[in-house]
């Protein structure tokens, strides 16, 4: 049985650990489409041309160790809202939430426009503020130098350009569950989630 879990949100929201946690606690395969447009990114960083770039994109493409620094992640939110490049994306992403077992996949546009009849659909959020003070320190923990500031002034800056975007534009789907997780601790949002996906899949069975 095929079962299609979709989660989005805005960056640093903890989409992704979520996403993760889910994917192992149900034994489905997981897939961060941020880091398709990530990669895009980090090769237009490196000369190549956005459409280009993203039809030719290998899975291996995926596994650069510098996909998560400050400029990869602006080139990403630039080529994203690029309609030619999203549009190269879309398959590889259908293809990898049809595969036998089933799939999570998280991102800004999963249950909206990748996977609208996803089985579970997810919305995770928290305030600028706290998604921020996230980002910063896990920069922090890299070693990578940043002020809260200028941190906050690109996660504003990002949810503007993806909310604004005439392709896909990240918003909650009108079945999504929301969880706002910026009072909750990772394991707190984590078993929300997972008991938001475990309803779903009892339904469906």
Known sequence: MSFIVAIDGPAAAGKGTISR??????????LDTGLLYRAVGARVLAGGDPVA??????PVDLENDNLRTPAVAQAA???A???DVRSALVDFQRGFARRAGGAVLDGRDIGTV???DADAKLFITASPECRAARRHKEL?????EATFE???ADVMARDTRDSDRATAPLVAAADAVQIDTSDLSVDAAIARAVAVVEA??????
Do not use: M, Y
């Open 53 to 58: 770039v993203a039809r030719a994109l290998d």
């Open 21 to 30: 946690a889910v994917a192992e606690h149900f034994g489905l395969a997981h």
């Open 200 to 205: 779903a899949h009892r339904r469906k069975r």
């Open 114 to 116: 990748i996977c609208p």
């Open 77 to 79: 939110s630039e080529v």
């Open 150 to 152: 200028t941190v906050l």
């Open 140 to 144: 922090a923990e890299k070693g990578i």
């Open 81 to 83: 809202v690029i309609s």
